[in-house]
């Protein structure tokens, strides 16, 4: 036999193996590519947030828009002293906001915000449909208000195109999701937004949705900015405001990963959609998104805000609205407290246009 079969095997045994490890190599290239571009984008993401103001910058071409939405929401008889929330179970659930409209914050050095806070729970409003799946933590308010009323366009595990939903398309859901049961009192061809906002009549309705998008495979990009520009437009067209917010950090853990990146990218369309459409923006994800703070103020699955003391322990409600120093490390008490100081500067806002143009109605 000839000497030269085994050294020809030998040889395409090498170039194989050669092959297979050149392919391996790029292949390993290739993921790290494309693990560098996602930490590049989530860098650059990151940066442009961490760039966006915290509070609502009211000037030039949002200030223009604004003060048209207000002559409209004066037409519609929307009252200057109610505002709707509208979102997921992070401004649903019961350990959030409420605790504003049922007990009196330990504003520290906050003192300057007593009388915008006395404002908007002096309104006395229907007490709304409880959220299902709420977090039942402290007594509900005696009275409820723009803080403490159970909003009709607020559900846990919402996602953001739900707002723009019938009741009918939710009760006809096969088998029915218990947590996103109507309220009973909404028409049921009306958006859940339209109820909300005709049922107690809102100056600004607060838009705080996105984190669920993730799990029911909603794009982030421009789909995402068109997905709030329709929530945006759906609260014009029924008369009030809207004010957007980013939504808080959504964290990774060792089962799953990639919530933080996308939550930066839904952020991204949401400080883009208030740009395109010429909204207020509360950027809620900024200081939550630091170090300095608890977990980045969320509780330990990584999903929902934390409050001092814990969201689901007894007497959450009046420890979310604890400002002084301990208490801001935690996400609701921030939030809490950033509500609070946007709402401040937007009826200053207001004020300032009532002086500019008679035409702009009470503030």
């Given at each position: 036999?000839?000497?030269?079969?085994?050294?020809?095997?030998?040889?395409?045994?090498?170039?194989?193996?050669?092959?297979?490890?050149?392919?391996?190599?790029?292949?390993?290239?290739?993921?790290?590519?494309?693990?560098?571009?996602?930490?590049?984008?989530?860098?650059?993401?990151?940066?442009?947030?961490?760039?966006?103001?915290?509070?609502?910058?009211?000037?030039?071409?949002?200030?223009?828009?604004?003060?048209?939405?207000?002559?409209?929401?004066?037409?519609?008889?929307?009252?200057?002293?109610?505002?709707?929330?509208?979102?997921?179970?992070?401004?649903?659930?019961?350990?959030?906001?409420?605790?504003?409209?049922?007990?009196?914050?330990?504003?520290?050095?906050?003192?300057?915000?007593?009388?915008?806070?006395?404002?908007?729970?002096?309104?006395?409003?229907?007490?709304?449909?409880?959220?299902?799946?709420?977090?039942?933590?402290?007594?509900?308010?005696?009275?409820?208000?723009?803080?403490?009323?159970?909003?009709?366009?607020?559900?846990?595990?919402?996602?953001?195109?739900?707002?723009?939903?019938?009741?009918?398309?939710?009760?006809?859901?096969?088998?029915?999701?218990?947590?996103?049961?109507?309220?009973?009192?909404?028409?049921?061809?009306?958006?859940?937004?339209?109820?909300?906002?005709?049922?107690?009549?809102?100056?600004?309705?607060?838009?705080?949705?996105?984190?669920?998008?993730?799990?029911?495979?909603?794009?982030?990009?421009?789909?995402?900015?068109?997905?709030?520009?329709?929530?945006?437009?759906?609260?014009?067209?029924?008369?009030?405001?809207?004010?957007?917010?980013?939504?808080?950090?959504?964290?990774?853990?060792?089962?799953?990963?990639?919530?933080?990146?996308?939550?930066?990218?839904?952020?991204?369309?949401?400080?883009?959609?208030?740009?395109?459409?010429?909204?207020?923006?509360?950027?809620?994800?900024?200081p939550l998104a630091s170090k300095a703070m608890v977990n980045f103020g969320m509780e330990p699955s990584g999903l929902h805000l934390e409050t001092l003391g814990g969201y689901d322990k007894p007497?959450?409600?009046?420890?979310?609205?604890?400002?002084?120093?301990?208490?801001?490390?935690?996400?609701?008490?921030?939030?809490?407290?950033?509500?609070?100081?946007?709402?401040?500067?937007?009826?200053?806002?207001?004020?300032?246009?009532?002086?500019?143009?008679?035409?702009?109605?009470?503030?």
């Amino acid at each position: 036999m000839r000497q030269t079969c085994p050294r020809t095997l030998t040889t395409g045994l090498i170039l194989q193996r050669t092959a297979v490890l050149v392919l391996s190599v790029l292949a390993l290239t290739m993921l790290a590519s494309c693990s560098s571009q996602e930490n590049a984008a989530a860098t650059n993401g990151e940066t442009q947030l961490r760039a966006t103001a915290e509070l609502p910058v009211v000037e030039g071409k949002v200030r223009d828009q604004f003060k048209r939405d207000l002559a409209s929401s004066v037409r519609a008889g929307m009252r200057p002293r109610v505002f709707a929330k509208l979102g997921d179970s992070n401004i649903a659930s019961f350990n959030t906001i409420y605790g504003l409209g049922c007990f009196k914050p330990a504003f520290d050095r906050f003192r300057y915000l007593e009388k915008t806070w006395a404002r908007y729970r002096s309104v006395r409003l229907p007490a709304g449909y409880p959220v299902p799946w709420g977090s039942l933590a402290s007594a509900p308010c005696a009275r409820a208000n723009s803080f403490s009323r159970f909003s009709a366009a607020t559900r846990s595990d919402f996602f953001s195109t739900q707002l723009l939903t019938q009741p009918r398309q939710l009760l006809a859901e096969d088998p029915p999701y218990p947590g996103w049961a109507p309220d009973p009192v909404c028409p049921v061809d009306d958006t859940l937004i339209e109820c909300e906002i005709d049922r107690i009549r809102p100056r600004y309705s607060i838009i705080s949705i996105g984190v669920n998008d993730q799990a029911f495979l909603l794009p982030t990009g421009r789909a995402a900015v068109e997905r709030f520009g329709g929530i945006v437009s759906e609260v014009r067209r029924n008369g009030s405001i809207p004010i957007l917010s980013t939504i808080p950090p959504h964290l990774d853990s060792s089962a799953e990963s990639g919530n933080w990146n996308y939550v930066v990218e839904i952020n991204q369309a949401i400080v883009s959609a208030a740009r395109s459409y010429r909204v207020p923006l509360i950027n809620v994800w900024r200081p939550l998104a630091s170090k300095a703070m608890v977990n980045f103020g969320m509780e330990p699955s990584g999903l929902h805000l934390e409050t001092l003391g814990g969201y689901d322990k007894p007497g959450a409600l009046r420890r979310s609205v604890d400002f002084r120093p301990r208490g801001l490390k935690f996400g609701n008490n921030r939030r809490n407290l950033m509500i609070l100081q946007a709402l401040r500067r937007l009826d200053r806002e207001v004020a300032e246009l009532g002086r500019s143009s008679s035409s702009s109605g009470p503030s």
